[in-house]
């Protein structure tokens, strides 16, 4: 099974500032990774599929990078609808691993 | 847009089954690529498997391997799992999930249903 590891684990953050999030996918996944946000007692939500591709609706600060095995999710000014969890998730082998997730809190 | 319904709440003693639906509706299709996903209490994001109608055949975690089985009803866009021997650390909400479409670009989870808790306990 492919490992998915992201980076950090929480992250603290304040309203206004860019922050990333890192996912390292253990084999190659071409570009096969999705992003999602998670808040409290709700179903995840996609931000981003194809590593880089703006799911429609979702806020044009979120944005993805990567390939291969290094991924990114960069939102460029957090805003308090922001602070939740998120997962990465490759679709490039069964089974279809989620990172274990980052929480963004308000600092 | 489209919208998942899951069933409701369940609680179950160990060793018995459950099994959880999810109807799907407002899509353009009923070529429905549905996948199953579990959070534990506190947990992340367990993949679980999944059936695309269009192919038949579903593909699951081999950690479920044999008591976890998918199966959808294209007539109704309607999918289910079944869970055989549950165990204490089954207790998770169950969500169901539509995918971008039945390619393997498109297996990114685009739709999600509300979840269903399931509760093993003697």
């Known amino acids: 099974d492919i490992q998915m590891t992201q980076s950090p684990s929480t992250l603290s953050a304040s309203v206004g500032d860019r922050v990333t999030i890192s996912c390292r996918a253990s084999h190659s996944i071409n570009s096969w990774l999705a992003w999602y946000q998670q808040k409290p007692g709700k179903a995840p939500t996609l931000l981003i599929y194809k590593a880089s591709t ?3 609706g ?3 600060r979120f944005s993805g990078s990567g390939s291969g095995t290094d991924f990114t999710l960069t939102i460029s000014s957090l805003q308090p609808d922001d602070f939740a969890t998120y997962y ?20 | 847009q489209v919208e998942l319904v899951q069933s409701g709440a369940e609680v179950k003693k160990p060793g018995s089954s459950v099994k959880v639906s999810c109807k799907a509706s407002g899509g353009t299709s009923n070529n429905y690529a549905f996948t199953w996903v579990r959070q534990a209490p506190g ?27 998918i199966s959808a009803d294209e007539s109704t866009s309607t999918a289910y799992m079944d869970i055989s021997r549950l ?15 039945v390619w393997e670009s498109q297996r990114f989870l685009q739709h999600w249903g509300q979840g269903t808790l399931v509760t093993v306990s003697s």
């Open chain 1, 54 to 56: 703006l799911e429609s």
């Open chain 1, 58 to 60: 979702v806020p044009s």
């Open chain 1, 88 to 107: 990465c998730q490759e679709y490039n082998n069964y089974p279809y691993t989620f990172g274990q997730g980052t929480k963004l809190e308000i600092k």
């Open chain 2, 43 to 69: 947990e992340g994001l367990e993949w679980v498997g999944h059936i695309i109608p269009l192919f038949g055949t579903p593909s699951h975690a081999q950690k479920f391997q044999g008591r976890v089985s």
């Open chain 2, 87 to 101: 165990r204490f650390d089954d207790t998770a909400v169950y969500y169901c999930a539509i995918m971008g479409g």
